[in-house]
């Protein structure tokens, strides 16, 4: 079946620090791919989408490429700030028929000023 | 933000009790769906709608039924509470399926003791 696999977190970093967080998947076909973020005592809200391979999602600074040659879809930021302390998601979802995600388990991330 | 409510927000209740977690749109999203999240699992879809009595299961369905008899309103039923079923529960929606973003409500922390 479907699985995603994310980076054992937690990761510490320092403001102004870059960002990577990994995700591989493991998928048939050909699947949309996004990256969710979860803010204390909040629901997930969608940070980035990518739905074919080779595909750039980008927003507030993340970025993620689609790579279907090495089943990855890392997440990027070139300068983290205190605010984007959260949990991110990796997920990915099969194109058939209701949109089923399969989340891989999560990484916390801290930023320190 | 995407209108949708959970209730209740909190909920303690003892093994062997029925428990109905109830989830509200006010965007006449045609998709919902009810996941679980727990530490090193990310979160696990349990059960989906595609339409009014249209459903399905997920990747963790048992021990959990589900009801949609209006388009705002989805419910998830625990026939028979388990500590198991300790997690905190988020609904979520979605206009499509396919690539299109999923609005995820605040959550509904449960605890079977």
């Known amino acids: 079946g479907n699985s995603v696999t994310q980076m054992e977190g937690p990761v510490t970093l320092s403001e102004e620090a870059f960002l990577t967080i990994n995700c591989t998947y493991t998928?048939?076909?050909?699947?949309?791919l996004f990256w969710y973020v979860q803010y204390p005592g909040e629901g997930l809200q969608l940070l980035l989408k990518a739905t074919k391979a080779d595909d750039k999602g980008s927003n507030k600074g993340f970025e993620a490429t689609y790579r279907k040659e090495t089943t990855s879809f890392h997440l990027e930021k070139g300068s983290v700030q205190v605010s984007d302390s959260a949990v991110y998601f990796c997920?990915?979802?099969?194109?058939?028929?209701?949109?089923?995600?399969?989340f891989g388990q999560g990484t916390r991330l801290t930023i320190n000023p | 933000d995407a209108g949708i409510t959970q209730s209740p927000r909190h909920k303690v209740t003892e093994t062997g009790t029925p428990v109905t977690l109830r989830c509200h749109q006010t965007?006449?999203?045609?998709?919902m769906y009810w996941y679980r999240q727990d530490p090193g699992h990310g979160l696990r879809l349990i059960h989906y709608?595609?339409?009014?009595?249209?459903?399905d299961k997920g990747e963790v369905s048992d021990g959990y039924s589900v009801s949609r008899s209006k388009t705002e309103d989805f419910l998830l039923t625990l026939e028979s509470a388990t500590s198991s079923q300790t997690s905190v529960y988020f609904c979520?929606?979605?206009?499509?399926?396919?690539?299109?973003?999923?609005?995820f409500g605040p959550g509904t922390r449960l605890t079977v003791t």
């Open positions: 979520a929606i979605s206009e499509t399926g396919d690539s299109y973003e999923q609005y």
């Open positions: 997920a990915l979802s099969d194109r058939q028929g209701a949109q089923k995600l399969v």
């Open positions: 965007e006449n999203h045609r998709y």
């Open positions: 709608s595609y339409g009014v009595k249209d459903t």
């Open positions: 998928a048939t076909g050909y699947p949309s």
